[in-house]
Every structure is written in structure tokens, then in C-alpha cells.
């Protein structure tokens, strides 16, 4: 494992001197930080309210500065809406609540008149920063966005400013947001289930509760209890600052005690700590879940916590039941075709309830589930009696050292793991000294937590069909909530906006000078990228010919994860990689298939070896290709119960490609059967003899790389020239409805879509860019503000281009929009929409936003160092000899909020619209929906083969 002290991944750890966490994280690698503040509270610290979750949504809206023309005046009003939720939540009749919502509208109305809605996003958008957004766990909640280096004043201005005196303005319209959010996850199979197992769990204890709150407790908020929970949690004692990328950790502490040192301090808060139950004894539960045929039973046990000292040794514990070598006690049950699915795992879930567990799908159509239960513990049983060799276990620890180095590699992920690490109220050294305790762990050590955890004290979950009842949050009939001096800048914006700030140009892609390429023969071509982090490797024999080219190809990749050779078995083959510490697998996407490895570089030559021995003797068997068709069969029969978006997403593409839609095109159980064993083999043979790229990024020189590659793998094999096959965009000449019933959604989901003629000039490929990051591109685009933000008419609302690469040529651009909402406000949602693509209302300060926001993301998207070679050949593919990035950019100063105004009047409001919506054509008003054009009701098998 790394030190703590080696750059890029030393952290420093201070305190301000209002008590508040400050980790940095120096890494200049790639040209932005990721900044996030951690508050120490989530849905267990108010349990069933949903009130974590509700602040994390209104901590966007602004504060007596930010986010408002009269603060004063408004808060007049905001004052009467507060008192009105008081008698609300106290108010159990229904004509009585029906009256007081309606004068909590007309007082929002009201309010609305004082506030500038979403002035948080546009200042972020406005210093560089992407990918904003928040989350709220069960423990913690945290804020954070990417942005560039040279806005961290302003970054560290606006996101403490935001903790201090937030105003909870514009809250009628962000409930019914968070009513959406509940009810798409109803839609979703897999949530009710799983909450079920975790309320079952944890005894009533606050983890029992979702973090998003009943729906009770949702329509009955209390703005005073809000307030009180922040005065509460959101202080200075307990809070956290990240800060991780191109940064001087060394000068930020006087800007950081200036910004978030100013935070109250307040007193830490005092927590109960959670009593997680201890099982004693075993009882069955069932567990409702709407999938077909598949018996399934989960078996949870008491476990440790990321903190407690048995979580490192019961992990690898469980890794000699599960792992991804497939060499685990477990894993063979499914490599000797025992059972169909089975795995053993502990889940980190919670700061205070451990839980570990395995499960179990015996074989299709008729294994026997106490059978295949009964194989499972025969298994642990066997850990439990020390049966394993030392060697396996040595080949864990390297992996798991290996997966915390690679963990750490980018800024991303050193970021993710220290929000983890700091809401657990541990030190980062703490967690690196947790990391190399690792390489301690013995086999005593694994036989006593594996005893002490797989015990006769559990909760069997077996899965029955059927289905939990969903409660319906309905549309209330309030009129929108539209604030007049929407996108007007406020006083405090102004003067932020007027410090100094350094003028730094977005960082692209140079293919030429990112990556090294060598020509290893006519045929393949390495790109090679140094590894600046640690001694790890990936490497990736790439060929270009996917499923869009040979819908055989994921196939072939699915079967060789699940074969061994001529002369070692799947577990053997899987035990010689664990030796090395190497994980490989087989790979596929729409063009390509890859040979994928990551492991330590003074295995790289062993490495390639095997490698080179499965390319030349992989053997396939017939009860691995006989489980792969029953597995295609599987899938067909549970797609459409996967939710709304499933479906969403085959109707989509059926529209969008028509009868070469994927899920049109894709190999059948039936047409794989006819291939066999042997065709599919086969068709590795033919990938194997294709022209590639080999990817490599690692420690080793390159002309180290570049022998070894020469010398170990048969690199005059590929011959074939590949040719990619691009499927073309359908155009549709009149306005359609597509239209697919699906019975019982809660959610109705729908897109708009266009096809306008390709841009030609690169002004007109930088305004149809703009368009998209104007109409859809995030919080101060117009379809967050005019759908979601000023009408509450769904969760997610959005929209975007896509424009032909230069390999293209001759397909149309694409614009499209989309969101999910409510049934009842289904139709409403979309005359919405069809009259923004009308009018068209283009504001000043969107348009200012959007080309802030594509400038960023351009210097923000420039990818790690194990991404580039990859992302450069991919745009080659594609036609590309430079960063694509480069054109628009060039143009985008010259553009005028009039010229865009005029392309988009000339180029996307004369393409003809269709309508792509899912939902439930009894809640539907289809006649109307039928208005907007030609209505075309898909079936199940013109959109999914």
C-alpha cells in the first residue's frame, strides 16, 4: 500500500478554528478539483422524516444574500408559509388540509415574487464547476461538484456562504420534487424488496427507515423542525471540508479559515448511539419481489462495521467464498454448474450496523433452493475448518492491496473513499493503517471471524412473487409557482463575480503528445501512458468489432468469463490468476471486444503468459454455453419487469433506430442455440485474427512494454482489417406519438425528439452545443427551471444534442428532451414542453450559464491517466484527429444569445417532433396525448426481441 506521505495521495488533515474537518489532496494530474462538505447527519438522525434528505434539496435554494432581490420583503411571506406547514402537519382533515395547501400556494406565489431561482447553480456553472449535486446516506450528507483550479476562491466563498444562513424559499414546489423521487423509486422491482430485508434487519432501529421518509411524513412537513435540525448539524464541530486535485495544500488554510472557518461553530451534536439487534437464533422471512421462475433465498448475519477491526479479516474471508477470479468456494458452485447464481459478501451499508451474508439461485427451471442452500454451507463450513491453502490467502491480500491502490489512483476516487472515511469519524491515516493491516492477517484470523460471523444466528429471505402495495403521492392542483426575476443577478453574485480570478485555458486532449504510440506491426498498435501513482498495470487487447457488428460478440465474451482452458479448469484458471494478483476478464460493448487485465507490473510478464495461454487454448464446455442460452431466456422473461426505465429505454431505441435497434438485433436463445458451442468459439478465433490496439498504462518504460508485448503474445495473428458499421438515426417526416402501455407505473416517462440537419461550420456545431447545455445541461437549464423547478412537474428533467462524428457523415444532428413524472401531471408535463420547443424563451443569464458550463466541462471531462489512451482512440475511430472539444470551443465567443435564437428558430423548431412515452394507458388521458401526433402504440416484441 502507498504512504501516506507520497504524493498524489498524502492528505492533510487540519482543523479551522471553528472545529470544522479540512482534508487536502494535492494531484495536478488532471486540471480540477473535486470539492465536497460533509455534514455528520442523515436519515438516521431523523428517522421516517425524510428531513435530511428534504434540507439537502433546499440547501440549492439560496440565503438572505443569495438568491433573492429583497430579502426583507420576502421574508415576510416565508415566515407565513412556515406557520402554515406548522398547522398543516397538525391537520388531519382533508377538506381542511386541501384549504391550507392552497393558501401555502398563493403565499409561494408571493414569496416568488423576491427570489432568483437557481443563482447557486449559475455562479457554480459560472466558476468552472460541473457536476453538481448532493446525496444524503443514512449517516451523512454531502455536497460537492468538480470545478477548475483557478476558481477555489470563489468555490470556497460560494459553498461556505451556502452553510451559513440558507432560506428555505421556493419549498411548495421542491415537495412536490421530492414526491416524484419517491414515487419513481415505487417504479422500481428491486427498492420495496430491499428495504423490506433491511427493515426485517434492523429491528425497528433508525436504519429501518428510508432515508427519503414516509409518505406520511412527506406531505406533513415542518419548516420549523428543518430549521432546527440545521441549527442543529449543520455547525462548524460537525462538519467536513475535501478538497482533492490540482491544488497547493501548503497556502489554502488562511482562504479556508477565511470562507468556512466563518461557519458557526455550535456544540457537537450528542447521538444515541444505534443499536444494532443481535440475531439470535434463525427464523424465514418472506420477501415479495415480481420475478419470474428464479427461487432466491438471502441469508444476513450480524457483521462488523468498516470500523470495527474484524471488517479487513472478514472480507477476505468472504473472498475465499466470493471473488472476482471466480476461484471462490462459492464461485464454484456456479463454475461446476451446481447452482445458478450464489456469492457471500459483507455490506458496508450503515456507520453502525454490520451485516454480512450470502445468496443463493439454485439451477433453472427445477433446482432444489434447500439443496442449493445446503451446497452454500458445506462451503463456509469448510473455511469455518481452516481448509485452505496459505497461498490463497496471500493472493487475496494482494488483491485487496491492489483494489485500495486503485482505488486511490484518481481524484474522483481518492474523493469518494475520503467522504467515506471522514463520515465515519475516522483519520485517513487511520484508514491506510486499516489498508496495510491487510498484509497481517492470518489464517487463524480467518477462521475465527468466519465462525464468528457464519453462525446459526440469521434471517433467511426467501423470495415469493408478488408485489408491495405502493402508496401514491397525487398531483395537487396548485398553480405554478413562476418567479419573475428568474435568472436576475443578486447583490451578493455581483461582487463575486467581480473578484479577480487567474485566465486559464480549458486543458484538452493532444493526441499527439497525451499518448505514446507504437506501431508493434501493420496490424497493432500500443498506446502506451506512464503510471505516476504506484507500480499497477492495466492493459487491454482491444478489437473493434462489437455488438453492433456481430451480435455474437457479447455472447463470446460472456461464455469465455466462465470457461478454462485445454489444460486448467475455470477454478484452476482463476487460482493461477489470483497467484499473480492479476484479475482479467473478457469484455464487449457496441463496437468493440477486449482481453482486459489490471495487476502489479513485476507480474506483468507472468501475466502476459497466461494471458497469451488463454487467447491460444480457451475451451469452451456445454454446461457454461447451456447456462448462457437459459440466461438469455431469463433475461427476456424479466426485462419488462425492471421498471419503467427498462422499458423506457427499449422504446427508445426502438424509435431511434428502428428495426436495428439492439434489443431488436440481439441474439435470441434460439438463433445461439443453432450457432452452438463450437460457432461461438469459433467467433473468438475471428476476433483473435482482427486488427487491434493494445492499451497499456503502467510503471514499465515503454520500450520494456513494447518487447515484452512482442515477445509473449502472437502478434502476426491479427490480419483482418476491421470495418465499423454505424447505425443510422431515424428521421421521421411528421409529428409521431410512440406510445408503449405498461400497466401499474407510477411514473410516466417521456422524450422529445428531433432530427435537424448535421451543423457544417464550426460556429454552427458550437451553437447546436449550446443549445443542448442551455435547453437540458443542469440546474439554470430551462428544462430544470420551467419543468421541475418553477412547476414541479417531475424529478428529472433534461435535455441535449448529439451531433454526427466527422465517420458519420450524412446523419442528421439529434435534440432531444425528457423527463419522468407523475401519471396525473402526464399531460400537463408535456404541453409543457411542446410550448417551450414553441417559444422557446431564451433568458440572458441561462444563455451566459450554458457557455460558462461548456467551457468547464471541457476542461473538467480531460480524462485520468488510465482513461486517455482509450478515449483517444475512440475519438479516432470516430473520425476525430483532435479533441473535438477544441472546435467548439474556439467558436463559442462568438456567439450571440441572437444567433443562437436564430439557429435554433431556423434549424431545430422546423424538424418535426416525435413523442416517446411509457406509462399506464389507464391513468393516461390518451385522447389528448394523441393531439400532439400520429399515435403509434408499440407492443413488447417490436421494441424487445
Known amino acids: 500500500?502507498?504512504?501516506?506521505?507520497?504524493?498524489?495521495?498524502?492528505?492533510?488533515?487540519?482543523?479551522?478554528?471553528?472545529?470544522?474537518?479540512?482534508?487536502?489532496?494535492?494531484?495536478?494530474?488532471?486540471?480540477?478539483?473535486?470539492?465536497?462538505?460533509?455534514?455528520?447527519?442523515?436519515?438516521?438522525?431523523?428517522?421516517?422524516?425524510?428531513?435530511?434528505?428534504?434540507?439537502?434539496?433546499?440547501?440549492?435554494?439560496?440565503?438572505?444574500?443569495?438568491?433573492?432581490v429583497d430579502y426583507a420583503a420576502e421574508k415576510v411571506w416565508l415566515d407565513s408559509i412556515a406557520v402554515c406547514y406548522d398547522r398543516l402537519s397538525a391537520t388531519s382533515d382533508a377538506d381542511e388540509r386541501l384549504a391550507i395547501q392552497k393558501e401555502i400556494n398563493r403565499l409561494s406565489i408571493r414569496a416568488a415574487e423576491y427570489a432568483i431561482p437557481n443563482e447557486f447553480d449559475r455562479l457554480t456553472a459560472a466558476f468552472g464547476g460541473t457536476g453538481l449535486n448532493a446525496a444524503t446516506s443514512y449517516d451523512y450528507t454531502y455536497y460537492f461538484n468538480t470545478f477548475s483550479p483557478q476558481y477555489i476562491a470563489q468555490w470556497a466563498e460560494l459553498n461556505s456562504h451556502r452553510m451559513m444562513h440558507p432560506v428555505f424559499r421556493l419549498f411548495q414546489g421542491e415537495l412536490e420534487t421530492v414526491y416524484e423521487e419517491k414515487n419513481r423509486g415505487a417504479d422500481n422491482m428491486m427498492q420495496a424488496p430491499l428495504f423490506a430485508m433491511i427493515k426485517e434487519f434492523s429491528g425497528n432501529n433508525p436504519y429501518s427507515y428510508q432515508v427519503i421518509g414516509s409518505t406520511e411524513n412527506l406531505k406533513n412537513p415542518r419548516l420549523g423542525e428543518m430549521q432546527a435540525f440545521f441549527d442543529k448539524y449543520y455547525v462548524g464541530c460537525n462538519m467536513g471540508l475535501i478538497l482533492s486535485g490540482d491544488i497547493d495544500a501548503d497556502s489554502l488554510q488562511p482562504l479556508l479559515e477565511k470562507t468556512f472557518g466563518r461557519i458557526r461553530r455550535g456544540e457537537k451534536p450528542e447521538k444515541a448511539a444505534v443499536e444494532a439487534p443481535m440475531i439470535t437464533g434463525h427464523r424465514t422471512v418472506k420477501i415479495k419481489a415480481d420475478i419470474p421462475l428464479i427461487k432466491i433465498s438471502v441469508y444476513a448475519f450480524n457483521g462488523p462495521t468498516d470500523r470495527e477491526q474484524d471488517a479487513g479479516a472478514l472480507d477476505l474471508a468472504v473472498g475465499l467464498l466470493t471473488n472476482s477470479f471466480s476461484s471462490g468456494r462459492l464461485d464454484s458452485?456456479?463454475?461446476?454448474?451446481?447452482?445458478?447464481?450464489?456469492?457471500a459478501q459483507r455490506l458496508p451499508l450503515f456507520n453502525e450496523m454490520g451485516i454480512v451474508g450470502f445468496a443463493v439461485v439454485p439451477s433453472l427451471p427445477f433446482g432444489s433452493l434447500p439443496k442449493a442452500e445446503k451446497l452454500c454451507w458445506e462451503e463456509i463450513r469448510r473455511i469455518q475448518r481452516g481448509e485452505f491453502p496459505d497461498s490463497e490467502l496471500d493472493a487475496l491480500k494482494y488483491?485487496?492491496?491492489?483494489?485500495?491502490?486503485?482505488?486511490?489512483?484518481?481524484?474522483?476516487?481518492?474523493?469518494?473513499?475520503?467522504?467515506?472515511?471522514?463520515?465515519?469519524?475516522?483519520?485517513?491515516?487511520?484508514?491506510?493503517?486499516?489498508?496495510?493491516?491487510?498484509?497481517?492477517?492470518?489464517?487463524?484470523?480467518?477462521?475465527?471471524?468466519?465462525?464468528?460471523?457464519?453462525?446459526?444466528?440469521?434471517?433467511?429471505?426467501?423470495?415469493?412473487?408478488?408485489?408491495?402495495?405502493?402508496?401514491?403521492?397525487?398531483?395537487?392542483?396548485?398553480?405554478?409557482?413562476?418567479?419573475?426575476?428568474?435568472?436576475?443577478?443578486?447583490?451578493?453574485?455581483?461582487?463575486?463575480?467581480?473578484?479577480?480570478?487567474?485566465?486559464?485555458?480549458?486543458?484538452?486532449?493532444?493526441?499527439?503528445?497525451?499518448?505514446q504510440k507504437v506501431a508493434l506491426n501493420p496490424h497493432v498498435t500500443l498506446y502506451y501512458k506512464e503510471n505516476p501513482v504506484n507500480d499497477l498495470f492495466d492493459l487491454s487487447w482491444r478489437v473493434d468489432r462489437g455488438s453492433i457488428e456481430d451480435p455474437a460478440v457479447p455472447h463470446v465474451a460472456a461464455l469465455l468469463n466462465s470457461v478454462g482452458t485445454d489444460s486448467l479448469t475455470v477454478q484452476q484458471l482463476g487460482r493461477a490468476w489470483q497467484q499473480l494478483g492479476t484479475s482479467f476478464m473478457v469484455d464487449s460493448g457496441n463496437h468493440s471486444f477486449s482481453l482486459d487485465m489490471s495487476g502489479f507490473d513485476r507480474e506483468f510478464d507472468a501475466s502476459l503468459r497466461l494471458m497469451r495461454h488463454f487467447m491460444d487454448h480457451a475451451k469452451g464446455d456445454k454446461e457454461s454455453f447451456n447456462e448462457l442460452k437459459t440466461a438469455i431466456g431469463l433475461e427476456k422473461r424479466t426485462y419488462f419487469s425492471g421498471g419503467t426505465s427498462n422499458v423506457f429505454s427499449a422504446l427508445q431505441q426502438r424509435v431511434l433506430y428502428g428495426e436495428e435497434s439492439p434489443l431488436l438485433?440481439?441474439?435470441?436463445?434460439?438463433?445461439?442455440?443453432?450457432?452452438?458451442?463450437?460457432?461461438?468459439?469459433?467467433?473468438?478465433?475471428?476476433?483473435?485474427?482482427?486488427?487491434?490496439?493494445?492499451?497499456y498504462s503502467g510503471s514499465l518504460p515503454v520500450e520494456e512494454v513494447a518487447a515484452l508485448l512482442r515477445s509473449r503474445l502472437d502478434l502476426d495473428r491479427p490480419q483482418q482489417k476491421v470495418t465499423r458499421k454505424e447505425i443510422k438515426r431515424m428521421q421521421y417526416d411528421e409529428p409521431t406519438v410512440f406510445f408503449y402501455n405498461l400497466p401499474g407505473s407510477r411514473q410516466t416517462m417521456m422524450m422529445t425528439y428531433q432530427t435537424p440537419e448535421a451543423p457544417e461550420s464550426g460556429e454552427d456545431k458550437a451553437r447546436l452545443e449550446l443549445l443542448g447545455e442551455y435547453v437540458g445541461g443542469g440546474m439554470f437549464s430551462l428544462m430544470f427551471q420551467e419543468v421541475r423547478e418553477f412547476r414541479?412537474?417531475?424529478?428529472?428533467?433534461?435535455?441535449?444534442?448529439?451531433?454526427?462524428?466527422?465517420?458519420?457523415?450524412?446523419?442528421?444532428?439529434?435534440?432531444?428532451?425528457?423527463?419522468?413524472?407523475?401519471?396525473?401531471?402526464?399531460?400537463?408535463?408535456l404541453k409543457l414542453v411542446d410550448s417551450l420547443l414553441r417559444v422557446f424563451p431564451l433568458r440572458e443569464a441561462g444563455f451566459r450559464s450554458a457557455v460558462r458550463s461548456l467551457k468547464a466541462e471541457a476542461n473538467n471531462s480531460y480524462p485520468s491517466f488510465r482513461e486517455i489512451g482509450q478515449r483517444i482512440h475512440s475519438a479516432e475511430c470516430l473520425g476525430y484527429e483532435e479533441d473535438p472539444n477544441r472546435e467548439i470551443l474556439e467558436n463559442l465567443d462568438g456567439i450571440t444569445a441572437e444567433s443562437l435564437r436564430s439557429y435554433y428558430e431556423k434549424k431545430?423548431?422546423?424538424?418535426?417532433?416525435?413523442?416517446?412515452?411509457?406509462?399506464?394507458?389507464?391513468?393516461?388521458?390518451?385522447?389528448?396525448?394523441?393531439?400532439f401526433g400520429k399515435l403509434v402504440e408499440l407492443k413488447r416484441n417490436q421494441v424487445y426481441r
Open 908 to 931: 431545430i423548431r422546423t424538424a418535426p417532433a416525435s413523442y416517446i412515452i411509457v406509462g399506464d394507458k389507464k391513468s393516461l388521458p390518451m385522447g389528448e396525448i394523441a393531439k
Open 665 to 695: 438485433t440481439h441474439m435470441t436463445a434460439k438463433e445461439l442455440g443453432t450457432l452452438g458451442l463450437n460457432g461461438l468459439m469459433d467467433r473468438f478465433s475471428g476476433l483473435m485474427e482482427c486488427d487491434c490496439s493494445i492499451f
Open 792 to 829: 414541479a412537474m417531475a424529478y428529472s428533467a433534461s435535455g441535449a444534442v448529439a451531433q454526427p462524428a466527422p465517420a458519420q457523415s450524412g446523419d442528421p444532428a439529434v435534440f432531444y428532451t425528457a423527463l419522468g413524472t407523475q401519471a396525473d401531471k402526464s399531460l400537463s408535463a
Open 399 to 515: 488483491e485487496a492491496l491492489r483494489n485500495a491502490e486503485a482505488a486511490l489512483e484518481t481524484v474522483s476516487g481518492r474523493a469518494s473513499q475520503m467522504v467515506t472515511v471522514m463520515s465515519q469519524d475516522r483519520s485517513w491515516s487511520e484508514y491506510l493503517s486499516q489498508v496495510e493491516a491487510i498484509r497481517n492477517v492470518t489464517r487463524d484470523d480467518i477462521i475465527r471471524v468466519a465462525n464468528r460471523y457464519f453462525t446459526e444466528n440469521y434471517i433467511r429471505f426467501e423470495k415469493v412473487k408478488g408485489s408491495y402495495p405502493k402508496d401514491k403521492v397525487s398531483k395537487p392542483d396548485f398553480d405554478p409557482i413562476i418567479p419573475p426575476h428568474a435568472g436576475e443577478t443578486s447583490e451578493y453574485a455581483r461582487k463575486l463575480e467581480e473578484q479577480p480570478f487567474e485566465d486559464r485555458p480549458a486543458r484538452l486532449l493532444d493526441f499527439g503528445a497525451d499518448v
Open 333 to 343: 458452485l456456479m463454475t461446476g454448474h451446481k447452482v445458478l447464481l450464489s456469492g
Open 1 to 68: 500500500m502507498v504512504c501516506a506521505e507520497r504524493n498524489p495521495l498524502a492528505v492533510k488533515e487540519l482543523q479551522l478554528s471553528n472545529g470544522m474537518q479540512v482534508w487536502l489532496n494535492e494531484d495536478p494530474s488532471q486540471p480540477i478539483v473535486f470539492g465536497a462538505v460533509v455534514v455528520k447527519a442523515g436519515g438516521k438522525d431523523s428517522p421516517d422524516t425524510g428531513m435530511a434528505h428534504y434540507l439537502e434539496h433546499l440547501l440549492f435554494k439560496g440565503t438572505d444574500q443569495l438568491g433573492t
